[in-house]
């Protein structure tokens, strides 16, 4: 399979995540914040202390481009909404073939419900978005890495799994073994 089947294929939810984009379903986690050591330059202290600044704007700016991508799709608008791509996937994901993976996914999931808030993790070096988006037979999510600079490095489609309910647990007592009562 070459690299642009690939991605289109992922897009569709039926193979592995673009070479481009973080793994599948990084792991969510904000790496704890220590303080600057002892022995630390005054430098590298300043740099600490804007760190989870920077990484609040990254996330910010993730989160604007993922809304862009998914409002640009939802328009059909499939040129604009490559608009943020890195040239990998600019070359790997053509307009016509996001537009034939896009509008695949009513048609085989069903009429699409209204999106899930965005969440937010890293992996990597990308910052990852996931957005949840129900369908009618389907929950599904886009997701979509931002590089450094802030351009998309990876976007995809995956299914989610749907939430069994809990078996039902009897409530009633267990039974006795004594004799029920006789009334005269």
Same mark, same amino acid.
């Given at each position: 399979?070459?690299r642009? +089947?690939? &991605?289109?294929?992922?897009?569709?939810? &039926?193979?592995?995540?673009?070479?481009?984009?973080p793994?599948?379903?990084?792991?969510?986690?904000?790496?704890? /914040?220590?303080?600057?050591?002892?022995?630390?330059?005054p430098?590298?202290?300043?740099?600490?202390?804007?760190?989870?600044?920077?990484?609040?704007?990254? /996330?910010? %700016?993730? /989160? %604007?481009?993922?809304?862009?991508?998914?409002?640009?799709?939802?328009?059909?608008d499939?040129?604009?909404?490559?608009?943020?791509?890195?040239?990998?996937?600019?070359?790997?994901?053509?307009?016509?073939?996001?537009?034939?993976?896009?509008?695949?996914?009513?048609?085989?999931?069903?009429?699409?419900?209204?999106?899930?808030?965005?969440?937010? +993790?890293?992996?990597?070096?990308? $910052?990852? &978005?996931? $957005?949840?988006?129900?369908?009618?037979s389907?929950?599904?999510?886009?997701?979509?890495?931002?590089?450094?600079?802030?351009? /998309?490095?990876?976007?995809? $489609?995956?299914?989610?799994?749907?939430?069994?309910?809990?078996?039902?647990? %009897?409530?009633?007592?267990?039974?006795? +073994?004594?004799?029920?009562?006789?009334?005269?």
């Open positions: 399979m070459n642009t +089947s690939l &991605i289109a294929a992922t897009l569709l939810g &039926i193979g592995a995540a673009a070479s481009a984009a793994p599948r379903q990084p792991a969510t986690h904000q790496a704890p /914040i220590a303080p600057p050591a002892a022995t630390a330059s430098s590298a202290k300043a740099i600490n202390e804007l760190a989870p600044q920077a990484a609040a704007a990254a /996330i910010e %700016s993730c /989160i %604007s481009k993922t809304d862009a991508l998914l409002a640009a799709l939802d328009k059909g499939y040129a604009g909404a490559e608009m943020d791509f890195n040239p990998t996937m600019q070359a790997g994901l053509p307009p016509d073939q996001l537009k034939q993976a896009w509008e695949a996914l009513p048609t085989r999931f069903g009429t699409p419900g209204a999106r899930g808030a965005p969440h937010n +993790s890293l992996s990597d070096g990308y $910052v990852v &978005i996931t $957005v949840p988006m129900p369908y009618q389907m929950m599904l999510a886009a997701q979509v890495a931002c590089e450094a600079d802030g351009k /998309i490095a990876g976007f995809h $489609v995956m299914t989610l799994p749907v939430s069994q309910p809990a078996p039902a647990t %009897s409530a009633a007592p267990a039974a006795t +073994s004594a004799p029920a009562p006789t009334h005269r």
